[in-house]
């Protein structure tokens, strides 16, 4: 049987002797008619001799079977006369009869000689391929140092030049390398696209800190549409890049997919989905004693951070739902009925025993709310203030379970309401009360709080821009005291209520409410007698006023701050920006954090404050840190993308990054030193607490696991805070599964990349 690899004879019978080859001459004429396509191997067919010339014909009166064989490449002699001939040249050789100088007969895959030695054959590249390879590697080499050379130059040009240059970089290059040199298509060549992913994976993001495209499919799979984008300022794509620059690896693999997406990292829940009962009545109610209860329970531990509610008025309708049989409210005001019971059940549940395993009534509640305030055309209801409220409750209610992708859609929803509502704009209409206007405003600026919390946590623009609000400032007193006249005739002068905010804001640390109040005079405006009514008014709200109800006001004031810190920094539009530019924007960033803690009172001193006010101080320190390690993440971000050196000694970027790591340790320092479930629910802000866990511990593993060396001072420091953190993480994960798949990642992290690190230690620790 004939091996089919080989490539057939020649038809040339008999065997080949130069007496028989006919005389050139002769043939002249039938020579022409030797097309192609009359060619026995086919028009493509390398070992078709070429024309005679003079040293093919010279070279025809040499008989191969009287060559002797140079022994550099050992080819046995056929035993057998050749059944070939070659009349001229063929226009390639293989390599082995290159090197043994012997006729070849230029056959593919396996010319004559080699198929009849039974030796491999094999051809090599031309020189001109040869030279255009180099060429081609040459070329690719060259322009992967410029690449690198402008990325590390882009910083320092101008806002447009950088803006240009990023965006040449970031086109990956649509023409392929390979073919605008039109050389070799090996494989083992770099392409563009490999190219573009190497310096992905090299330093993740633009210099600016911003991220200004994605790289991957959030359509892919439910689990990876549960999560959706998470942007540049959160810290879960702190954490994955963290990952990302300590496994080196590309995500090009469909089988890794999974392991390189941003998904690995994310601890939310949403893919687990929120279950709605659907043997709920709607109708039913708890009795009046738990009611209470509960009502009680949110207004105490929610209410003062998150006033969408108007406590007055709602605990006058609560009672009168229970009083008065024949009331029949309507869906939505039911609607919030059970969202606040929901609320507070779930923080009831979360006070319970572990040993004890009680039912969670909260999702009973929430189901109530749910079927009440969606009965299938409540999109297409036109909203009002109960409804703006309903889609508020239920956003704050789905971050507390974890589920934060949904909250930040039903928030967004919320403040578009609010804004069909007309809420983001002062009022003054004469036809609402008082009372009625503070309250909106505080609706407003409780939908504002929550979306900055979740646009720092999902690392997504906000939902509602600073240019199209007009909304005050809320007035630091008690509902209760809202129908008191000082206060009414407060909230409807308008400059009356800017020189109030001006006066209580402006005032230095640690003096009273009246000792160095700004004025009309000193504020440069002339004292009309219109000015000295508003002087007037201002102080006479401002003598009964204690400092107690300053927490939301200072809230919503830091909020801005954080506010404007995304929009500055973060935002897409910051890619265009030079590094100094971004530079000089966190330094007025940081110094107005540092004012606003300045101006705090003493009452609000974060660990010498007034005892009643553990919780509303112990709020106001997580969000404050966390602000300033918003801030200054950048920087911690540039130094360790760039590498050991890429920053001198003693310079901003340097500076800030301490800045950062600082903050990250005294946010930690905030909570006790052995993990306590019920400080968390009873002092600190407990439905984002696992934010201000993950952030700060985020900051400080990169300082761990990139900058900091082992056996210094500062390096045994972070390893002690990561080790608190890491036993809270573990204590908690017993109360809700988003805080064990938080403790899951971070402890993976620390883990597999520690090196040296004693993380036996870390499990030990964590299991007591």
Same mark, same amino acid.
């Given at each position: 049987?004939?091996?089919? %690899?080989?490539?057939?004879?020649?038809?040339?019978?008999?065997?080949?002797?130069?007496?028989?080859?006919?005389?050139?001459?002769?043939?002249?004429?039938?020579?022409?008619?030797?097309?192609? %396509?009359?060619?026995?191997?086919?028009?493509?067919?390398?070992?078709?001799?070429?024309?005679?010339?003079?040293?093919?014909?010279?070279?025809?009166?040499?008989?191969?079977?009287?060559? %002797?064989?140079? +022994?550099?490449?050992?080819?046995?002699?056929?035993?057998?006369?050749?059944?070939?001939?070659?009349?001229?040249?063929?226009?390639?050789?293989?390599?082995?009869?290159?090197?043994?100088?012997?006729?070849?007969?230029?056959?593919?895959?396996?010319?004559?000689?080699?198929?009849?030695?039974?030796?491999?054959?094999?051809?090599?590249?031309?020189?001109?391929?040869?030279?255009?390879?180099?060429?081609?590697? *040459? /070329?690719?080499?060259?322009?992967?140092?410029?690449?690198?050379?402008?990325?590390?130059?882009?910083?320092?040009?101008?806002?447009?030049?950088?803006?240009?240059?990023?965006?040449?970089?970031?086109?990956?290059?649509?023409?392929?390398?390979?073919?605008?040199?039109?050389?070799?298509?090996?494989?083992?060549?770099? *392409?563009?696209? @490999?190219?573009?992913?190497?310096?992905?994976?090299?330093?993740?993001?633009?210099?600016?800190?911003?991220?200004?495209?994605?790289?991957?499919?959030?359509?892919?799979?439910?689990?990876?549409?549960?999560?959706?984008?998470?942007?540049?300022?959160?810290?879960?794509?702190?954490?994955?890049?963290?990952?990302?620059?300590?496994?080196?690896?590309?995500?090009?693999?469909?089988?890794?997919?999974?392991?390189?997406?941003?998904?690995?990292?994310?601890?939310?829940?949403?893919?687990?989905?929120?279950?709605?009962?659907?043997?709920?009545?709607?109708? =039913?109610?708890?009795?009046?004693?738990?009611?209470?209860?509960?009502?009680?329970?949110?207004?105490?531990?929610?209410?003062?951070?998150?006033?969408?509610?108007?406590?007055?008025?709602?605990?006058?309708? &609560?009672?009168?739902?229970?009083?008065?049989?024949?009331?029949?409210?309507?869906?939505?005001? &039911?609607?919030?009925?059970?969202?606040?019971?929901?609320?507070?059940?779930?923080?009831?549940?979360?006070?319970?025993?572990?040993?004890?395993? !009680?039912?969670?009534?909260?999702?009973?509640?929430?189901?109530?709310? $749910?079927?009440?305030?969606?009965?299938?055309?409540?999109?297409?209801?036109?909203?009002?203030?109960?409804?703006?409220?309903?889609?508020?409750?239920?956003?704050?209610?789905?971050? #507390? *379970?974890?589920?934060?992708?949904?909250?930040?859609?039903?928030?967004?929803?919320?403040?578009?309401?609010?804004?069909?509502?007309?809420?983001?704009?002062?009022?003054?209409?004469? %036809?609402?009360?008082?009372?009625?206007?503070?309250?909106?405003?505080?609706? $407003?600026?409780?939908?504002?709080?929550?979306?900055?919390?979740?646009?720092?946590?999902?690392?997504?623009?906000?939902?509602?821009?600073? =240019?199209?609000?007009?909304?005050?400032?809320?007035?630091?007193?008690?509902?209760?005291?809202?129908?008191?006249?000082?206060?009414?005739?407060?909230?409807?002068?308008?400059?009356?209520?800017?020189?109030?905010?001006?006066?209580? #804001?402006?005032?230095?640390?640690?003096?009273?409410?009246?000792?160095?109040?700004?004025?009309?005079?000193?504020?440069?405006?002339? &004292?009309?007698?219109?000015?000295?009514?508003?002087?007037?008014?201002?102080?006479?709200?401002?003598?009964?006023?204690?400092?107690?109800?300053?927490?939301?006001?200072?809230?919503?004031?830091?909020?801005?701050?954080?506010?404007? @810190?995304?929009?500055?920094?973060?935002?897409?539009?910051?890619?265009?920006?030079?590094?100094?530019?971004?530079? *000089?924007?966190?330094?007025?960033?940081?110094?107005?954090?540092?004012?606003?803690?300045?101006?705090?009172?003493?009452?609000?001193?974060?660990?010498?404050?007034?005892?009643?006010?553990?919780?509303?101080?112990?709020?106001?320190?997580?969000?404050?840190?966390? !602000?300033?390690?918003?801030?200054?993440?950048?920087?911690?971000?540039?130094?360790?993308?760039?590498?050991?050196?890429?920053?001198?000694?003693?310079?901003?970027?340097?500076?800030?990054?301490?800045?950062?790591?600082?903050?990250?340790?005294?946010?930690?320092?905030?909570?006790?030193?052995?993990?306590?479930?019920?400080?968390?629910?009873?002092?600190?802000?407990?439905?984002?607490?696992?934010?201000?866990?993950?952030?700060?511990?985020?900051?400080?593993?990169?300082?761990?696991?990139?900058?900091?060396?082992?056996?210094?001072?500062?390096?045994?420091?972070?390893?002690?805070?990561? /080790?608190?953190? +890491?036993? $809270?993480?573990?204590?908690?994960?017993?109360?809700?599964?988003?805080?064990?798949?938080?403790?899951?990642? /971070?402890?993976?992290?620390?883990?597999?990349?520690?090196?040296?690190?004693?993380?036996?230690?870390?499990?030990?620790?964590?299991?007591?």
């Amino acid at each position: 049987m004939s091996d089919p %690899s080989r490539p057939p004879h020649f038809p040339y019978n008999p065997p080949y002797n130069a007496a028989s080859v006919p005389d050139f001459s002769e043939h002249e004429a039938g020579f022409n008619e030797w097309s192609p %396509s009359n060619l026995p191997f086919g028009p493509n067919y390398e070992g078709i001799p070429d024309f005679l010339t003079e040293s093919s014909a010279a070279a025809s009166h040499n008989i191969p079977g009287d060559r %002797s064989l140079n +022994t550099k490449v050992a080819i046995p002699r056929s035993t057998h006369a050749s059944n070939w001939t070659s009349s001229g040249r063929v226009s390639r050789a293989c390599e082995n009869c290159r090197e043994q100088k012997a006729k070849c007969s230029g056959h593919r895959p396996t010319c004559q000689r080699c198929q009849e030695a039974g030796i491999r054959c094999f051809y090599g590249d031309r020189k001109r391929e040869k030279t255009a390879k180099c060429v081609v590697q *040459t /070329c690719t080499r060259q322009i992967q140092t410029y690449e690198a050379l402008l990325r590390e130059i882009v910083p320092k040009l101008d806002s447009q030049t950088a803006q240009h240059v990023e965006h040449m970089i970031n086109e990956k290059h649509l023409v392929d390398r390979d073919q605008v040199f039109s050389g070799s298509k090996d494989s083992n060549l770099p *392409t563009a696209a @490999s190219s573009a992913n190497v310096a992905r994976a090299s330093s993740p993001g633009p210099a600016s800190g911003t991220l200004d495209y994605t790289n991957e499919d959030f359509n892919r799979d439910e689990k990876v549409q549960a999560m959706g984008f998470v942007g540049e300022h959160s810290e879960v794509a702190w954490m994955y890049r963290l990952k990302q620059m300590l496994e080196r690896t590309i995500p090009v693999s469909p089988e890794s997919l999974d392991r390189q997406s941003l998904a690995s990292v994310n601890y939310f829940v949403d893919e687990t989905g929120v279950p709605v009962l659907d043997d709920v009545d709607i109708t =039913d109610r708890p009795q009046q004693a738990l009611a209470d209860y509960l009502a009680d329970i949110y207004f105490e531990v929610v209410h003062s951070s998150f006033p969408i509610i108007g406590k007055v008025t709602f605990l006058k309708q &609560l009672n009168s739902f229970y009083t008065t049989p024949s009331l029949r409210p309507g869906r939505r005001w &039911l609607a919030i009925l059970h969202l606040i019971f929901a609320i507070a059940a779930k923080y009831s549940h979360y006070l319970q025993d572990e040993t004890v395993d !009680t039912p969670d009534d909260s999702l009973s509640y929430f189901s109530r709310a $749910w079927k009440l305030s969606n009965n299938g055309i409540s999109l297409l209801d036109h909203p009002n203030l109960q409804q703006v409220q309903v889609e508020g409750l239920t956003s704050f209610y789905l971050l #507390l *379970t974890g589920q934060v992708n949904r909250s930040w859609r039903l928030c967004g929803l919320s403040m578009r309401s609010a804004v069909t509502m007309g809420l983001n704009l002062r009022s003054e209409s004469s %036809s609402i009360a008082p009372v009625s206007k503070e309250t909106r405003y505080r609706v $407003w600026w409780s939908l504002y709080m929550l979306d900055s919390l979740l646009c720092v946590m999902t690392g997504r623009p906000p939902s509602s821009s600073d =240019d199209y609000r007009t909304t005050p400032l809320p007035l630091p007193f008690r509902e209760e005291d809202f129908l008191e006249e000082r206060v009414a005739l407060l909230i409807d002068d308008h400059d009356a209520r800017i020189l109030f905010m001006e006066t209580l #804001l402006g005032r230095g640390p640690g003096k009273s409410t009246t000792e160095g109040a700004t004025t009309l005079e000193t504020m440069g405006h002339p &004292l009309t007698h219109i000015g000295r009514q508003c002087e007037q008014l201002v102080f006479t709200a401002m003598e009964p006023l204690t400092p107690n109800s300053h927490y939301f006001l200072y809230l919503v004031d830091l909020t801005l701050t954080v506010r404007e @810190s995304v929009d500055t920094i973060y935002a897409p539009g910051a890619a265009r920006k030079s590094w100094r530019e971004i530079e *000089t924007a966190i330094a007025v960033l940081n110094g107005k954090v540092d004012a606003w803690h300045s101006r705090l009172s003493p009452a609000y001193h974060f660990s010498q404050g007034t005892p009643g006010l553990e919780q509303q101080r112990t709020s106001l320190a997580f969000h404050f840190y966390s !602000t300033k390690i918003l801030i200054s993440q950048p920087c911690l971000s540039r130094l360790t993308r760039h590498g050991p050196g890429a920053e001198t000694s003693g310079s901003f970027c340097d500076t800030m990054a301490d800045v950062c790591v600082n903050a990250a340790t005294q946010m930690i320092e905030l909570f006790p030193e052995l993990p306590d479930p019920t400080w968390v629910y009873h002092v600190s802000p407990w439905w984002c607490i696992l934010h201000f866990l993950i952030q700060p511990l985020t900051v400080l593993l990169i300082e761990l696991l990139l900058r900091s060396k082992a056996g210094t001072v500062q390096h045994r420091a972070v390893l002690k805070q990561v /080790c608190k953190v +890491t036993r $809270w993480l573990s204590q908690l994960s017993t109360k809700d599964s988003y805080y064990q798949r938080a403790w899951l990642v /971070c402890k993976g992290l620390y883990t597999q990349h520690a090196g040296d690190l004693d993380t036996r230690s870390f499990v030990d620790k964590e299991r007591n």
